[in-house]
């Protein structure tokens, strides 16, 4: 890292990430085209009804891929395969162990699980159908989902985006063939998008453990790796303490929109319209913010495995100047062609004109939004997790959302809007007091 400049490192770490990112956005938007398309309302409404479950299931992993990763770094970092290869076993064992949990009790109590959300009668077959074949495919997601996550900590992140690069393809070819039966297969309405998720993530996995056998990656699946597969305690304890964090900030940004959509959803379907052409634009826009964010983790957990935890503000500095060059450059990309943005998802001239005053009121947070989590990032890579992300949850649950609610009855929809910024800035606020003044004074050490 030190032989490099650092922005060199950041991009050439940050690209393929970001790439996967957007592609992975991408392949979920074109699948739900095809089952909006191809089979109708009913369809998409079935498949998302399932969302809560998947969405709760997918932070978990989530956070459990990121505090692997932090670890893995700092092995890295030492020069300590081994100890990379025993987090890396520990997580995936962990994972599997899970998996097989939700297979079984989620396979063999999906339709109740989904009558307790609240599943509507005339879609519940359907959604069962689509849930049930997610469900017992668990296990096998888990593994890829946490094998791209890790490989981040070895500075690899190139083969994560080859890995969705063909999980992604296979999915967007299968799951139209099963829809229609091409090629002699059946037709398998709703659930054409739930097998086509699993095929294409078992060929995508099995490719990745060829590829990385091949290059020689400390964490290929070889004979040496096969034996880190238990569960080690203390890793084990190590990670959840990175981890779970994570996971838990992903459930409570998820519940904050489900508000703030009730709350949108009470000035009728053309507010509802409008924040959901706001919102893909605004994800398009935070990725880098993300990214960046990973990415700073990442490296700082690398340097402090090194020994080299002085490296650790020029890491921030950078992470900080990145966020502004590349977020606010896209930033500004939405500002100058936000009428046509908006046209791409709306056709109504009114709705139209009621998103983009929406997305010029906060769009330009999303780099105070950057900010913040670049901060976050660097501070979790020591595995000061717990401040960081209860600083988070607390802007998101005790400020925006009563914010959003207190504003939206003041001044209406736009008032709404106004609670992301308010958001964002006193997290960044926050952030940047316990970094400079807390943080910053520590001893900063090894997890592991």
Known sequence: MASKPLWKVFLLFLAPMLLSNILQSLSGTINNIYLGQMLGVGALAAVSGFFPVMFFFIAFT?????????LIGQAWGAREPDKARAVAGTTLTVGILFGLGVAFFGGVFTEPMLKLLG?????????????RIILI??????????????LRGV???????????????LGLLITPALIKGWFGLPQLGVASGACATVVSFVVATAWLGFHLRRKKSVL?????????????PALLKAVLKVGVPT???????????????????AYGSHATAAYGAVNQVVAYVQFPAISIAITASILGAQAIGAGQAHRLGAITRTALLMNLVLTGSLV?????????????????????????????????????????????????????????????????????????????RRFGLNGIWVAYPVAFSAMLT???????????????????
């Open 62 to 70: 989530i956070g459990l891929g990121a505090g692997a990763s932090v």
């Open 119 to 131: 599943t509507p009668a005339d879609i519940l077959p359907d959604a069962t159908r689509y849930a």
């Open 137 to 150: 495919a668990m296990p096998g997601l888990f593994v890829f989902l946490l094998s791209t996550a890790m």
């Open 155 to 169: 500075g690899d992140t190139v083969t994560p985006l080859y890995t969705l690069m063909i999980s992604t393809a």
């Open 220 to 232: 290929a699946p070889d004979a040496d790796f096969m034996r880190h597969l238990r569960v080690r």
């Open 247 to 265: 996971g838990v900030q992903m459930i409570v940004v998820s519940l904050a929109e489900i508000a703030l959509l009730s709350f949108v959803n």
């Open 332 to 408: 500004l990309l939405g500002y100058l062609f936000s009428r046509p943005l908006m046209g791409f998802f709306i056709t109504s001239e009114p709705v139209i004109e009621v998103a983009q005053t929406l997305l010029h009121i906060m769009l330009w947070s999303t780099v105070i939004f950057g900010m913040g989590s670049a901060l976050s990032g660097i501070m979790r890579a020591s595995g000061s997790v717990l401040v960081p992300t209860a600083i988070s949850v607390f802007c998101i649950a005790l400020i925006e959302v009563p914010v959003a609610w207190w504003l939206g």
């Open 430 to 448: 926050l952030q940047a007091c316990y970094y400079r003044f807390v943080w910053r004074k520590k001893a900063i050490r090894r997890l592991i």
